[in-house]
């Protein structure tokens, strides 16, 4: 067992196991996955993240592969929105500092999976000052605070990874277009053209789109696609 974190007693080994096996039944998915269960679950995701799992591979395995098994049911990850929004997400964005390549891409790709699901529940717009927290607001700080400084980082690391990632912003740019004006005070939209090749293994169909939106976005300064 590891010692409680952030307040949650976690035996790991037994819990994260048996909560594997339930998620593939889908009469014992509902009575075992409960609220408890997964900020469980978003905490020893915190633990990997902050190399507390280092030497335990196998356990660092399952755990994402329980992550993962939440992630594919639609109705859990609406069930517990509240949750996953504001402990499990945080948790898997920190993977992505992770020295593995697989646990960064498992990482990005379990947070992409759970978020692209949700995307219809959510109202995406800048939370009002004073404004009870809520799973919406919730994903929108993670989004501009947590992921969208990472991204230059995430779009040039190992495949598949910039290839999900494109997806991903693809997919939060049609959410709420006003993104792109974020993404204009960053690197993200030069890195975007730089794939916009031909040969270009990262030029997919979600580069094209996004391509697409700047230029025909009027608010941003075309000079940057020059430059």
Same mark, same amino acid.
């Given at each position: 067992? &590891?010692?409680?974190?952030?307040?949650?007693?976690? =035996?790991? #080994?037994?819990?994260? =196991?048996?909560? &594997?096996?339930?998620?593939?039944?889908?009469?014992?998915?509902?009575?075992?996955?409960?609220?408890?269960?997964? =900020?469980?679950?978003?905490?020893?995701?915190?633990?990997?993240? #902050?190399?507390?799992?280092?030497?335990?591979?196998?356990?660092?395995?399952?755990?994402? &592969?329980?992550?993962?098994?939440?992630?594919?049911?639609?109705?859990?990850?609406?069930?517990?929105?509240?949750?996953?929004?504001?402990?499990?997400?945080?948790?898997?964005?920190?993977?992505?500092?992770?020295?593995?390549?697989?646990?960064?891409?498992?990482?990005?790709?379990?947070?992409?999976?759970?978020?692209?699901?949700?995307?219809?529940?959510?109202?995406?717009?800048?939370?009002?000052?004073?404004?009870?927290?809520?799973?919406?607001?919730?994903?929108?700080?993670?989004?501009?605070?947590d992921l969208f400084p990472r991204?230059?980082?995430?779009?040039?690391?190992?495949?598949?990874?910039?290839?999900?990632? &494109?997806?991903?912003?693809?997919?939060?740019?049609?959410?709420?277009?006003?993104?792109?004006?974020?993404?204009?005070? =960053?690197?993200?939209?030069?890195?975007?053209?730089?794939?916009?090749?031909?040969?270009?293994?990262?030029?997919?169909?979600?580069?094209?789109?996004?391509?697409?939106?700047?230029?025909?976005?009027?608010?941003?300064?075309?000079?940057?696609?020059?430059?």
């Open positions: 067992a &590891l010692p409680a974190t952030a307040g949650v007693d976690i =035996t790991v #080994s037994p819990f994260v =196991t048996v909560l &594997l096996d339930v998620m593939k039944s889908s009469v014992l998915r509902p009575r075992v996955l409960t609220r408890k269960a997964v =900020t469980q679950l978003s905490v020893m995701i915190g633990c990997m993240a #902050s190399g507390k799992l280092v030497h335990c591979e196998d356990l660092s395995r399952v755990i994402l &592969l329980a992550a993962e098994a939440v992630s594919q049911h639609v109705s859990l990850l609406e069930q517990f929105a509240a949750e996953i929004t504001s402990n499990m997400f945080p948790a898997l964005l920190s993977l992505m500092d992770a020295p593995e390549g697989d646990t960064r891409f498992m990482g990005l790709k379990i947070f992409t999976d759970s978020l692209l699901s949700l995307l219809h529940t959510l109202h995406l717009v800048p939370p009002k000052k004073g404004a009870p927290h809520t799973p919406s607001s919730q994903v929108y700080q993670i989004i501009v605070h991204y230059d980082s995430i779009l040039v690391d190992k495949d598949p990874i910039p290839l999900y990632a &494109l997806k991903l912003l693809s997919s939060l740019v049609d959410a709420y277009p006003p993104f792109l004006q974020l993404l204009e005070k =960053t690197a993200l939209i030069g890195r975007l053209f730089s794939f916009f090749e031909l040969d270009h293994p990262n030029n997919n169909v979600h580069n094209v789109k996004l391509i697409r939106y700047v230029v025909e976005c009027k608010t941003i300064d075309k000079r940057i696609v020059y430059e």
